[in-house]
């Protein structure tokens, strides 16, 4: 099988387009961000979550008020910085669409699933980041997180090009198999919404950190310039906490798909090569990360750490792992 | 629950150093190596079981301490839910007004009545329901504990195939040429690990014959060179008395017989020498299994005579493709057999394959032998060497193929558990377990006082959605609120 060259090339083309399409989006939503206001504003946020923490205390099973305080809403409602926030949001869409293209034709130029080196990986990883956004977007307004998705796409996709870039090629024997996509395309997916994971739970860092300084009776800090312009810190939290908890089975599935691959291809479904110990890693961590939550004096704060550990572990499996340690899964193209 | 994170904590601590250091299990040579290369901190990572983390017993005493743990919690909360299941929920609390989710209204109908279409309504809906004279409490999501308690307990069964597979296994690899067979015998292999609870002498008696092996590599661009396909067509005898059958194994397409399975793990070549004396008597031929050295398959090996006095060796090369220039030494161009060569040196002396210790075959104990020749051979050339007429004809290659052959009876645990895990895992992390309840009440003014009111333990969405549609299906006479 040959490599379609005219494919090929319109596949880089739509990565271009797609970068051109992220980094104006990033614009837009940072001049949202910046005129946008939340409606409740710190001092509530601290004073509500306070009388409640009274409640919180002393008891590992919490209870947890369902979403009827409507009264929490997000910048943008109000006006101000809303049309920079629709111009983001479409063309967030544009981009993640043109990213969606992009590996649609990177696939049909080589008859394969796009999955089969470093730079595919984080074509596709740059695509799961944003279709989490944008899917995630569709049932409530989320223009004040754009900025935090951008950016790691952005990131994403420029390491891409610039050091993980590989021709279209045909695949290595190991990578011949429908386990390929099942398995990549699942551990793929679980990185794009753990980067959503991980830029919430790193926002919700920045937000406690400015609403607890206003509880304790001190000046908001730096933190409040952003702080006061994302929705109150346990909303992020609990968004968190719902995009992790959906994904950690999906990541148990990615890791057992590996397994169940492993032993067509290597004779063994475990072997703990470098690759697989960073995947269980990184399972571990949002282990921790979930039973943290259900911890009393863990939730908040330091479960919000363990998310972010997980996913560094997930960042050194990646770039890492794959790049400079020697092991089975030395597929990088590199 | 604390102890519980602690131990995952030092899990994945513990894990780390595996992925740093070498692993015996994984790549003992690359071990050797950085002992070598570190004299005075090798022996120290040793001792503290650092090239193998995941046999060493303080890893094994971190999942061991977090298994006791995971029991400790596990099994009184299985006990609980199963009385749970069988019981019935709590009588509904007295001030439903304090709860997290409420409503209520007044209206004329009467509380039995009421009460008895409710109950009904909610049941059909998968509530668990208790009632009292004027009230209902009702319970749902049960699976979101049963789902956590299968979680943990897949684990445990888990981590118990693990074990199984390991004791009652086996795994070995043997290299075979392109013609040459193999029998599952242990004296075969040329490396063999079993569990403490598989004897060898167990192997079941499958053969086969390696007919045909068939590599191919990417031609041209940045990938030049990469392997795109390889396979080795076998003919497999499953047990002495059944008739040879064909069969293709490739890489993800293991050959599955008799409880073992046979995976294509490496390939290579054998190049074949003929070697005679100055007579023309034969001394030696056969093909000579050769190791590739880099992605160009630059492989090297030796060929030992010992049948002549005084004893021969012949150490070098095989290049599959040989390159236009030696100035790098011999190294192949390309990993495919385009312009296959040869470039070897013959020694004289003694091979020392009488002193009793065991000795490579892939390399020359050169202590007591002389160097007396070095040559270039392309297929068909022929050496004469410059002892006394001893010819050395390279008449062509052969390929050969690693196999590595395993069993594991526990396996099939493993996935079940496996599956089990996820199973669990999606249960307990999306089912919302909730309460829900209906009070009435006589009101001040004549009437009754309808109050319908929810309460979920865990993070859910859509409880206040859910609590008003069970306030819907209190049938009540007049417009709720």
Known sequence: MTVNETLAQASNAMVYGAITAFTSSMVAFSISLAKGRRLETLEESAERTNSSYQVRRGSTETLIKPAVSTSVSVNGDRGDGRRAGNIGMALTWLGTIMLGMALAFRGLSVGRWPLGN????????????????????????????????????????????????????????????????????????CIGAFTVGAALSGLYLVVQAAED???AGLAPGKSAAIAQRVP?????????????????????????????????AWGRYWGWDPKETWAFITWVFYAAYLHARATAGWRGRKAAYIALAGYSAIIFNYFIVNIYVQGLHSYSGL | MRIALILLFLLALASVPGSIFPQRGTSPLRVNEFLKDNPTSGPILDRLYMFDVFASPWFASIYLLLFISLMGCVLPRAVEHYKEMRG?????????????????????TSASQAILETEAAWRKRGWRVRTGDDWISAEKGYSRETGNLLFHLSLLVLLIA?????????????????????????????TFTSGRGYSADKLPPVSFQLENFVSSFQRGGQQ?????????????????????????VEVNYPLRTAGITVYLVGHGYAPEFTVRDAT??????????????????????????PDTVPQLGLQGYFLPTVSADFSNGPISEFPAADDPGVYISAWQGDLGLDSGMPQSVYRLDTKNMKR????????????????????????????????????DPAKGWALGAAIASIVGLSLSLLIPRRRAWLRVTPAAGGGNLFEVAGLSKTEAPGLADEISQLAELVNTQEEKP
């Not at chain 1, 989490?132 to 990131?155: A, E, H, K, N, Q």
């Open chain 1, 118 to 189: 470093m730079y595919e990986f984080s074509l596709a990883a740059g695509f799961a980041i944003s279709l989490t956004y944008c899917v995630m977007s569709l049932s409530r307004d989320l223009r004040w997180l754009g900025l935090f998705i951008t950016i790691p796409v952005l990131l994403d996709l420029g390491s891409a090009i610039t050091v993980l870039y590989a021709e279209s090629a045909q695949l290595v024997p190991a990578l011949n198999s429908y386990w390929l996509l099942i398995h990549v395309a699942a551990a793929t997916l």
């Open chain 1, 213 to 215: 300084r206003i509880a």
């Open chain 1, 232 to 264: 109150p810190a346990d909303r992020i939290d609990l968004m968190a906490y719902r995009i992790h908890a959906f994904m950690f089975p999906i990541w148990t599935f990615a890791v057992i798909a590996g397994a169940i691959w492993a032993e067509a």
């Open chain 2, 88 to 108: 019935l929920p709590p009588a509904a609390p007295r001030n439903l007004s304090r709860l997290p989710v409420h409503s209520e209204w007044n209206s004329t």
């Open chain 2, 162 to 190: 693990v074990g199984v597979g390991g004791i009652a296994g086996f795994r070995g690899n043997v290299i075979v040429r392109e013609g040459s067979g193999f029998a599952n015998n242990v004296t075969q292999y040329d």
């Open chain 2, 224 to 248: 030049n060179g990469a392997p795109r396909e390889f396979y080795a067509d076998l003919l497999v005898k499953d047990d002495p008395s059944a008739a040879p059958r064909e069969f293709r």
């Open chain 2, 280 to 305: 023309g008597n034969l001394l030696w031929q056969d093909a000579a299994v050769f190791l590739p050295q880099d992605g160009g398959f630059t492989s090297s090996g030796v060929v030992k005579i």
């Open chain 2, 372 to 407: 007396i020749g070095i040559e270039e051979l392309a297929p068909g050339e022929t050496w004469t060497l410059p002892n006394g007429g001893v010819t050395v004809e390279f008449t062509g290659y052969r390929q050969w193929a690693t196999f590595a052959i395993t069993r």
